[in-house]
T-cell receptor
Framework: RKEVEQDPGPFNVPEGATVAFNCTYSNSASQSFFWYRQDCRKEPKLLMS???SGNEDGRFTAQLNRASQYISLLIRDSKLSDSATYLCVVNNTGGFKTIFGAGTRLFVKA | GAVVSQHPSWVICKSGTSVKIECRSL??????MFWYRQFPKQSLMLMAT?????????EQGVEKDKFLINHASLTLSTLTVTSAHPEDSSFYIC????????????FGSGTQLSVL
């Protein structure tokens, strides 16, 4: 079993749609969690951190469920520019071991 | 956010040559940097963890004599792909975490290596 698992997609949604991505992790001792966005042939960029209390940044909402070892990302009112691969990232072992999920591809169409 | 500069952004070389990629933290000191490789439509694969002033830690299956890592200062790590072969063609990315920060990573812009 992979340490971090994501649905690879692709998710094809129309503009304005709401889309949700899920991610599970296997190490219960994982300490911090993030969502990154990666465009084709570009470096990943930090989208947002994920907290147990849930956090929101504009159209993006992230949620962490430690009991179920599950992370989610919700995108509301999808824009064409949201098309990218979204990476679930988990830090283990004092923050020095970072595990990347394989990514979920999103295509937003007009 | 913190800035990580990676150079060159792309390189084409002949089989058998060596290629050096530089990763610099521009506005912070990075005791630890990470090197990844990414093949098309696949996720980032951690190759090694670069520690300033000491030997790098390589992931299983990564040849340390093939991928030489040097982290001579708190702002510079280099990855040298020695005797490159076509199968080494890939997107190489470095990242760094600000000292003592358990938060997110900051990435260089990546290097696309094509070995002919």
């Amino acid at each position: 079993r992979k340490e971090v698992e994501q649905d690879p997609g692709p998710f094809n949604v129309p503009e304005g749609a709401t889309v949700a991505f899920n991610c599970t992790y296997s190490n219960s001792a994982s300490q911090s969690f993030f969502w990154y966005r990666q465009d084709c042939r570009k470096e990943p960029k930090l989208l947002m951190s994920v907290y147990s209390s849930g956090n929101e940044d504009g159209r993006f909402t992230a949620q962490l469920n430690r009991a179920s070892q599950y992370i989610s990302l919700l995108i509301r009112d999808s824009k064409l520019s949201d098309s990218a691969t979204y990476l679930c990232v988990v830090n283990n072992t004092g923050g020095f071991k970072t595990i990347f999920g394989a990514g979920t591809r999103l295509f937003v169409k007009a | 956010g913190a800035v990580v500069s990676q150079h060159p952004s792309w390189v084409i070389c002949k089989s058998g040559t060596s290629v050096k990629i530089e990763c610099r933290s521009l506005d912070f000191q990075a005791t630890t940097m990470f090197w990844y490789r990414q093949f098309p439509k696949q996720s980032l694969m951690l190759m090694a963890t670069s520690n300033e002033g000491s030997k790098a830690t390589y992931e299983q299956g990564v040849e340390k004599d093939k991928f030489l890592i040097n982290h001579a200062s708190l702002t510079l790590s280099t990855l040298t792909v020695t005797s490159a072969h076509p199968e080494d063609s890939s997107f190489y990315i470095c990242s760094a975490r600000t000292t003592g920060d358990l938060g997110g990573l900051f990435f260089g812009s990546g290097t696309q290596l094509s070995v002919l």
